[in-house]
């Protein structure tokens, strides 16, 4: 290939990247929503008490080992909250979020793996939208509990910040993420949304639509939970 034409190549290239950043993240998306529906569509699934008790639920598709971290991770998801001052509207457009390094607690044979996390209370999730926080050290979590679990089981995890769980071929456990980062995507927000947005804004102060990308995600989780019944004021 002579140079003028290396030259047009690559100038076609980098013109091409800025679609091709755009397009990752509403693949992401779709991804999610598939992700959460195989999650929930399990035997041995999140309790539905659980489920209800979430002020946001984060979906990070395909975790997988890297392999210039030592037994750590590295992935890339969504992270939707329910909207109103009480948490307790429908569930809001995604902030994009992004999990680092750690090591799990679980894992199976370094397969790529769905993680389904649940934020269960309103501390964790301001935190969580606002900053990089580490996860057993910023924000507290646990295992999360499967199927049909005691009240003392529900009860131990509820006093964490975040329940966490995986899917790797087709086996939904909970998993430890202890050591890990999650942090708002904020590169990922501004090419999905096209300007530069806080996750506090997408999520708590409505500034975005949902893009079409999204939809699944969020109509399972508004079909799957509806109402938010840690807060006494979805009950009357």
């Given at each position: ?24 993240e ?18 041995e ?56 390094g ?54 131990i ?12 071929q ?11 980062t ?27 639509t ?5 939809l ?21």
């Open positions: 290939m002579g140079w003028k034409n290396l030259v047009i190549a690559l100038s076609v290239v980098t013109l091409a990247l800025p679609a091709a950043a755009g397009s990752t509403e693949e992401r998306l779709l991804d999610c929503g598939v992700a959460l529906k195989q999650a929930l569509d399990v035997p699934r999140i309790p539905q008490s659980l489920l209800d008790k979430a002020e946001c639920v984060i979906v990070i598709p395909s975790v997988k080992k890297a392999a210039f971290f030592v037994g750590g991770s590295y992935g890339r998801g969504a992270m939707s909250c329910r909207t109103g001052e009480h948490w307790n509207g429908p569930w809001s457009a995604p902030s994009m979020i992004a999990l680092e750690g090591s799990f607690g679980f894992q199976i044979g370094g397969e790529a793996t769905d993680l389904i996390l649940l934020v269960v209370n309103p501390s964790g999730a301001h935190s969580l939208l606002n900053s990089k926080v580490k996860v057993g050290a910023d924000v507290s979590a646990a295992l999360g509990p499967m199927g049909r679990t005691s009240q003392a089981d529900t009860d995890a509820m006093r964490a910040e975040i329940l966490t769980y995986s899917r790797s087709g086996l939904f456990v909970g998993v430890s993420l202890d050591g890990s999650l942090r708002p995507d904020g590169d990922a927000n501004r090419h999905l949304y096209g300007r530069d947005m806080d996750a506090e804004d997408i999520v708590r102060k409505g500034s975005a949902a893009p079409k990308a999204a699944n995600m969020l109509a399972e989780l508004n079909k799957r939970s509806p109402k938010n019944l840690s807060d006494p004021k979805s009950l009357e």
